[in-house]
T-cell receptor, first 114, second 113 residues
Framework: AQTVTQSQPEMSVQEAETVTLSCTYDTSENNYYLFWYKQPPSRQMILVIRQEAYKQQNATENRFSVNFQKAAKSFSLKISDSQLGDTAMYFCAFIQTGANNLFFGTGTRLTVIP | KAGVTQTPRYLIKTRGQQVTLSCSPISGHRSVSWYQQTPGQGLQFLFEYFSETQRNKGNFPGRFSGRQFSNSRSEMNVSTLELGDSALYLC????????????FGPGTRLLVL
């Protein structure tokens, strides 16, 4: 069974600083996809970034980047130049190739302090 | 392109009643997945529909059911509501459903009294 673990329930960061959110997962599959979703107070789940397991290159999207360590089953999210609008719950999610259901971690509540 | 829409946004029901939630996917998307989000259990997969067929189902009792229409719109139904069904119900759509990025709607917040 796939499991996703986010060990940091809450984090805070000063505006304009950099923060890294951790995620580990457990799977016996070799092909899968990993995601970071953001859920602001409005509750709308928004895709932040996606990583295909077969790609060695870490995904980046503007201020957001990941550190994907396949052997260690680790998938951390780095947010650079943090902005007040980054305040949200961040969920790490996993889906195996050919499947149609996401497995989510328990989330990390990030607060950006002005 | 319009995003995923869900109606209603908020619902209050009493125990024993039933409820129907609706989800309209992004235009062109044929897969719709439903998730339940609660403080205690987190985000859990309910079921996924593709081309009007349920392809996968999570570990929920039979009181939870769904369907998908020919225009890819989906509904989920919860019968004989229990207090524990109070949750945010999220719908997500994708083009074909398998390993693709799922785009979420704003959710329906259900409160069972």
């Amino acid at each position: 069974a796939q499991t996703v673990t986010q060990s940091q329930p809450e984090m805070s960061v000063q505006e304009a600083e950099t923060v890294t959110l951790s995620c580990t997962y457990d799977t016996s599959e070799n092909n899968y996809y990993l995601f970071w979703y953001k859920q602001p107070p409005s509750r709308q789940m928004i895709l932040v970034i996606r990583q295909e397991a077969y790609k060695q290159q870490n995904a980046t999207e503007n201020r957001f980047s990941v550190n994907f360590q396949k052997a260690a089953k680790s998938f951390s999210l780095k947010i650079s130049d943090s902005q007040l609008g980054d305040t949200a719950m961040y969920f790490c999610a996993f889906i195996q190739t050919g499947a149609n259901n996401l497995f989510f971690g328990t989330g990390t509540r990030l607060t950006v302090i002005p | 392109k319009a995003g995923v829409t869900q109606t209603p946004r908020y619902l209050i029901k009493t125990r024993g009643q039933q409820v129907t939630l609706s989800c309209s996917p992004i235009s062109g998307h044929r897969s719709v997945s439903w998730y339940q989000q609660t403080p205690g259990q987190g985000l859990q997969f309910l079921f996924e529909y593709f081309s009007e067929t349920q392809r996968n189902k999570g570990n929920f009792p039979g009181r939870f059911s769904g369907r998908q229409f020919s225009n890819s719109r989906s509904e989920m139904n919860v019968s004989t509501l229990e207090l524990g069904d109070s949750a945010l119900y999220l719908c997500a759509s994708s083009f074909a459903g398998t390993q693709e990025t799922q785009y979420f709607g704003p959710g329906t917040r259900l409160l069972v009294l």
